[in-house]
């Protein structure tokens, strides 16, 4: 079909005619196009096709690429063949076209390097490596996602865990964050009974815990109280109550929509494992949460009564319950509830009193 | 962050991929990759190859800090890592001697090292544990500032070809055991050795490169050496020995190497070829050698000058030489035998391949002048000879032009370029 001699019969006989010999290549779309030999042998996959299956040499027996070699790609795959298998080309040349044969949008360049990977094309594979990690390198993480289309679809826990090796259970720090919360509104109920000198206690101790609550997204010691030493690193999408006395109010936090916990947004462990997805939300481990939970840190129960421990011990397992029960029935039954009982997480102002936090973005 | 419209262009890449990526990324880049999805979460803990240096960690003036959070650094991602790791690198002048290193040696040990790179700061020198000797599979060793001392079981690394050890205290009769110990070496590179008297029995080697205070060279079987560079230092000692020693030194060290290409001497490797029994006329062509480097060579010194012009003539198929002077020779105690470069007509030989001279730190004494000489009439294929006078010598500048312009030149082509700065 490609004949580079158009010449006059008489002139035949003088100069010889060169006849190319073509190679038939089929891409995954069913097109099938015909290259010259020695561009198509540059691949060393093609070249393996010919001489072990023979193929390739005709139209009916086109050699059928990989299904990652779409036809737009597999052109530039052969002008880059074309140029590197010419030989007598310096160093330099082959330098400068490379770098301007790479230049393309980032989605070309990945299915390129997808496509000469598929075709065993080393020296583009590496140029086109050395592409992509130059994209990369010096980008956050922001932009690469948007650069690649990636989901934003890990935990703030897990964007952590890799680089801090978060050691902790996030069940006990939930058990921690319940025990917590509970034994507050039981000092609450206590100060209301009687008026002693350790109200004032009492009191420092609650505005410390609401501090480094609302501290905590600082990457600071999330311990709500003083004797917790062990260390929670919450993210700025957290959503932080707090009570007007609070001055330390970080608003470099986002509000979560859902109507959200007081100190604890315990509700954010909830939402894990719920199909609406929360990209804010903790481990999803949290959601397994069963009845038996092996309580490490001892001496958050210091200051109470058995009492009072019983009926901590009554709503945690309640708490438990509920966190093993599906979202949505939970969410109603919570909504539900009302002051009656307070699962609620709820927001403490200075006189005690709870009110139910359901506005957002509210001190 | 919500989803993008478009499908995900690069998660789904091969790992081999995904891995020839990462590694071209600084590796804390390549590990903060892991919160951009979940796919991406584990993809750099399987990485073959782990490159460390002081970019890892930010940078403050205090050492102290820096080498703990390096160190912590380090540990934290092999403690993540998964699967062989094919190449370690630790390259920072931060890194100090501690017992850190001993344990990322052991847990390299465990997981297939090939290459092990390790640069130590200024500070204690680090003895290498002996977790290293039991890498069998090593290919690459590259020690900065350690102490080797291998066991006396230690009957080498049948895998490695690449040795490069600057500034390790090592004994003598070790460094040569491991040296002839491991069959495979290629290149071998030692510098900053004391008063080392090297022997080297490397069938397979390709690469040699030696800088130090060396008293004896012998290259005894390394039939295959293609590139050699020695830089030479001088302690009286050595000079000393120099004096006494009564062997051959350039039939010692270049008396096995047919297959050269390259050679590449520094400093005092000229005077430590003429040392010894004149060659004679041996029967010595390097048919490949085609670069010729020889620096501080002293052309006041009559057999210095004779072992380059027997180097040169040995060479047919030369093409590019290099000379420089040496600057600060003592003055000549013998008056120069002036006859010797008319003696040595063009005739003699023709360096039919020649095409690059460069002549630097030239004083302009008289015999500089006639190798000048020697070499125009010679080169009938010569194409540039570059001059570059000592510094020290400026009013000598004219004197070396009015002769030289007088020389006679055997090919048409050459350019002379004479660099005054």
């Known amino acids: 079909m490609h004949c580079h001699c158009q010449m006059s019969e008489g ?46 040499s005709s139209k009916n027996y086109a050699i059928s690429l990989p299904q990652r070699v779409n036809p737009a790609i597999l052109g530039l795959i052969l002008d880059y063949c074309r140029f590197h298998q010419t030989p007598g080309r310096s160093i330099k040349e082959r330098k400068t076209f490379d770098e301007k044969f790479i230049r393309m949008d980032t989605k070309r360049l990945c299915e390129l390097t997808s496509a000469a990977d598929g075709l065993q094309l080393k020296p583009l594979v590496d140029l086109t490596s050395r592409a992509l990690a130059r994209i990369i390198e010096g980008k956050t993480p922001e932009e690469i996602r948007e650069t690649f289309h990636l989901p934003d679809d890990l935990t703030e826990e897990e964007k952590l865990e ?52 609302i501290n905590g997204g600082d990457g600071d010691s999330k ?56 990209p804010k939300s903790q481990d999803s481990t949290a959601a397994n949460f ?74 | 962050m919500g989803d993008f419209s478009g499908a995900d262009l690069i998660s789904d890449l091969p790992q081999s991929i995904i891995e020839s990526i990462l590694t071209r990324l600084p590796i804390r880049d390549a590990i903060r990759m892991s919160i951009l999805s979940s796919k991406w979460r584990y993809k750099w803990t399987t990485l073959t190859q782990l490159v460390f240096d002081e970019k890892c960690v930010t940078l403050t003036n205090d050492g102290a800090a820096v080498l703990k959070s390096l160190l912590n650094f380090i540990t934290r991602v092999l403690f993540l890592h998964q699967g062989p790791i094919h190449k370690f690198q ?23 090292i090939k290459e092990l790179a390790l640069e130590l700061g200024e500070g204690e020198w680090f003895r290498v544990p002996s977790c290293l000797y039991k890498c069998k599979k090593l290919t690459r060793l590259e020690l900065f500032r350690c102490e080797l001392e291998p066991p006396l079981t230690f009957k080498g690394f049948v895998s490695l070809k690449s040795l490069n050890l600057h500034q390790v205290l090592v004994a003598p009769d070790v460094i040569e055991n491991i040296i ?41 079987d390394t039939p295959l050496l293609v590139d050699m560079s020695v830089a030479m230092y001088m302690t009286d000692d050595i000079a000393e020995h120099f004096e006494q020693s009564s062997s051959c030194n350039f039939v010692k060290c270049l008396g096995g190497v047919p297959q050269l290409e390259r050679l590449s001497g520094h400093i005092y490797f000229s005077k430590y070829l003429s040392i010894g029994n004149d060659p004679g006329i041996l029967p010595l062509t390097y048919n490949h050698l085609k670069t010729i480097e020889l620096n501080q060579v002293s052309f006041e010194d009559m057999k210095e000058i004779l072992v380059v ?112 700065d």
């Open chain 1, 11 to 56: 002139a035949m006989a003088v100069v010889k005619p060169e006849m190319k010999s073509y190679i038939w290549l089929q891409t995954v779309d069913g097109s099938i196009q015909q290259v010259e030999e020695e561009v198509a042998m540059f691949c060393p996959m093609i070249c393996r096709e010919i001489l072990q299956t023979g193929m390739g």
């Open chain 1, 162 to 213: 890799p680089l801090r090796n978060i050691t902790d259970d996030p069940r006990i720090r939930l058990l921690n964050r319940l025990y917590a919360r509970k034994r507050k509104e039981l000092k609450e109920r206590q100060k209301l009974k009687n008026v002693e000198v350790e109200e004032e206690r009492v009191d420092e101790r609650s505005v410390d815990d609401l501090l480094s609550f």
């Open chain 1, 223 to 278: 311990g709500t109280r003083t004797k917790n030493k062990k260390k929670h690193r919450r993210r700025k999408e957290q959503n932080k109550d707090s009570s007007s006395n609070n001055s330390n109010w970080n608003h470099n936090k986002e509000f979560d929509p859902l109507p959200l916990a007081g100190q604890n947004g315990d509700l954010n462990d909830i939402f894990v494992g719920s199909p609406s997805r929360n």
């Open chain 1, 290 to 363: 069963s009845s038996k939970i092996e309580f490490v840190d001892g001496d958050i129960d210091d200051d109470l009564d058995p009492a009072m421990k019983e009926e901590l011990d009554r709503e945690v397992e309640d708490f438990a319950r509920r966190l093993n029960s599906d979202w949505p029935e939970r969410m109603q039954e919570i909504l539900s509830l009302g002051q009656e009982r307070r699962p609620v997480p709820i927001s403490m102002n200075d006189n005690g009193s709870a009110s139910r936090y359901t506005s957002l973005g509210q001190r």
């Open chain 2, 90 to 112: 630790v390259w920072t002048s931060y890194l100090q001697s501690c017992p850190d290193i001993d344990q990322w040696i052991l847990f390299l040990s465990r997981n297939d």
């Open chain 2, 180 to 220: 002839c110990s491991c069959p495979l070496l290629e290149s071998l590179s030692l510098s900053y050795f004391d008063s080392l008297a090297l022997n080297i029995r490397a069938p397979n080697l390709k690469y040699l490169y030696l800088e130090g205070e060396f008293k004896d060279i012998w290259l005894e």
């Open chain 2, 309 to 420: 012009l027997y180097l040169i003539t040995s060479s047919p198929n030369l093409v590019e030489l290099q000379i420089s002077g040496s600057s600060n020779t003592p003055a000549a105690t013998d008056v120069p035998d002036l006859e010797f470069w008319e003696k040595k007509g063009p005739s003699d030989c023709l360096f039919k391949r020649l095409k690059v001279v460069k002549i630097t730190d030239m004083s302009g004494v008289t015999h500089e002048m006639g190798f000048m000489k020697f070499l125009l009439g010679s080169s009938p294929v010569l194409e540039v000879m570059s001059i570059t006078p000592c510094v020290y010598v400026l009013e000598a500048q004219l004197n070396i032009l009015i002769e030289l312009v007088r020389f006679r030149r055997a090919s048409s082509q050459a350019e002379i370029v004479f660099c005054s």
